[in-house]
Nanobody, 116 residues
Framework: QVQLVESGGGLVQAGGSLRLSCAASGTIFRINVLGWYRQAPGKQRELVATITNVGNANYADSVKGRFTIARDNAKNTVWLQMSSLKPEDTAVYYC??????????WGQGTQVTVSS
């Protein structure tokens, strides 16, 4: 079992910045992928960014150049630095941990609201 606890969401004006954090605990395999996904009202959950245990990052086209994902393997923590936020970034953001097909866990989600 893996527990994921997110923090850092909130309300921000367009053009502003927010930093999300996610701490993982439990049975953490050395080789894993941590990531952030988001779900806006009426829409499907979508990938925002992922990062492997060796630091390979992947971003959705919609956030490239604005968001940065980073992790600390020793602390089992992943962050998402979000800059130049847009109203369309408004969503519930979920932290995700994956270590193979059998190990896929989600956090409870944190709300990010960007006002225009």
């Amino acid at each position: 079992q893996v527990q994921l606890v997110e923090s850092g969401g909130g309300l921000v004006q367009a053009g502003g910045s927010l930093r999300l954090s996610c701490a993982a605990s439990g049975t953490i395999f050395r080789i894993n992928v941590l990531g952030w996904y988001r779900q806006a009202p009426g829409k499907q959950r979508e990938l925002v960014a992922t990062i492997t245990n060796v630091g390979n990052a992947n971003y959705a086209d919609s956030v490239k150049g604005r968001f940065t994902i980073a992790r600390d393997n020793a602390k089992n923590t992943v962050w998402l630095q979000m800059s130049s936020l847009k109203p369309e970034d408004t969503a519930v953001y979920y932290c995700n941990y994956r270590a193979g097909a059998a190990y896929n866990y989600w956090g409870q989600g944190t709300q990010v609201t960007v006002s225009s």
